[in-house]
T-cell receptor, first 113, second 116 residues
Framework: DAGVTQSPTHLIKTRGQQVTLRCSPKSGHDTVSWYQQALGQGPQFIFQYYEEEERQRGNFPDRFSGHQYPNYSSELNVNALLLGDSALYLC????????????FGPGTRLTVL | AQKVTQAQTEISVVEKEDVTLDCVYETRDTTYYLFWYKQPPSGELVFLIRRNSFDEQNEISGRYSWNFQKSTSSFNFTITASQVVDSAVYFCALSEFIQGAQKLVFGQGTRLTINP
């Protein structure tokens, strides 16, 4: 049983560009959450998707957007990249519920030059 | 707002020593869950334990143990007889459930180095 998978592993972009990160949840999971982890910091919640809708959003600008497909896979899009967007982007999947364990993928390391 | 504080940024010990990682949280909820995750150099967060606010019993799993005290809003993690493979960054997290969605609020993490 495959766990949470993310692609690509690493990505290098320049300021102003746009990027799309992808996530496939663990089998049986219907909810996908995205987190941003800056170097030396704890992960920060970006948003959560369930039934193809954004259910909750953290303190991130509209440049960050997402999508969830009928097969529960998800994308994170970031427009007009800034140097400060350089981080590890983690995807987590779970079964919808208030206190269920979230399973994390290996992350995508984004570097903005 | 929910908040998790891990005051120890880095800890370094020699193999076989016991080590305790501290976690203090703030929440106004009466029902909540706390988590510990391990992040090895590969980057993937590995789930270690989940504890709900109504269960203050200490938990032991092999060399790992957790001490949850609501009175002091703490959820500390102890590794007994540490091993080099325990070297990683450890995160404490608090679950927040708003508008039908769950998010985890993480602490800053504690980088644990076990030296041979």
């Amino acid at each position: 049983d495959a766990g949470v998978t993310q692609s690509p592993t690493h990505l290098i972009k320049t300021r102003g560009q746009q990027v799309t990160l992808r996530c496939s949840p663990k089998s049986g999971h219907d909810t996908v959450s995205w987190y941003q982890q800056a170097l030396g910091q704890g992960p920060q919640f970006i948003f959560q998707y369930y039934e193809e809708e954004e259910r909750q959003r953290g303190n991130f600008p509209d440049r960050f957007s997402g999508h969830q497909y009928p097969n529960y896979s998800s994308e994170l899009n970031v427009n007009a990249l800034l140097l400060g967007d350089s981080a590890l982007y983690l995807c987590a999947s779970s079964v919808l519920g208030p206190y269920n364990e979230q399973f994390f993928g290996p992350g995508t390391r984004l570097t903005v030059l | 707002a929910q908040k998790v504080t891990q005051a120890q940024t880095e800890i370094s010990v020699v193999e076989k020593e016991d080590v305790t990682l501290d976690c203090v949280y703030e929440t106004r909820d009466t029902t909540y869950y706390l988590f510990w995750y391990k992040q090895p150099p590969s980057g993937e967060l590995v789930f270690l334990i989940r504890r709900n606010s109504f269960d203050e019993q200490n938990e032991i799993s092999g060399r790992y143990s957790w001490n949850f005290q609501k009175s002091t809003s703490s959820f500390n993690f102890t590794i007994t007889a540490s091993q080099v493979v325990d070297s990683a960054v450890y995160f404490c997290a608090l679950s927040e459930f708003i508008q039908g969605a769950q998010k985890l609020v993480f602490g800053q993490g504690t980088r644990l180095t076990i030296n041979p």
